[in-house]
């Protein structure tokens, strides 16, 4: 009944070509992440992420992943 590539108006018929957000999907990744790339972390920036990463890890290595469920039932 109706077409994958194009969907036709309703009142003149015509095919309409669809929103451009699907087209986003089709177009290659290359074109985003040039400015992304450009713009090095500040020293701030990556002193902040090292320290989550040191915290995130203190937290992790002083409580066991896996508690035993029998002491909440008691």
Do not use: D, G
């Not at 015509?14 to 992304?36: D, E, F, G, R, S």
């Not at 002193?47 to 029998?70: A, C, D, G, N, Q």
Request: charge should be positive; include cysteine; glycine fraction near 0%.
């Amino acid at each position: 009944m109706f077409s994958v590539q194009r969907h036709s108006c309703a009142y003149c018929e015509k095919p309409i070509q669809w929103p451009k957000i699907v087209n986003v999907a089709l177009l290659p990744p290359q074109k985003t992440p040039p400015p992304l790339q450009q713009r090095r972390k500040t020293f701030r920036e990556r002193r902040s992420l090292e320290m989550r990463k040191m915290e995130s890890h203190e937290v992790r290595s002083k409580f066991p992943k896996k508690i035993p469920v029998s002491i909440f039932l008691c």
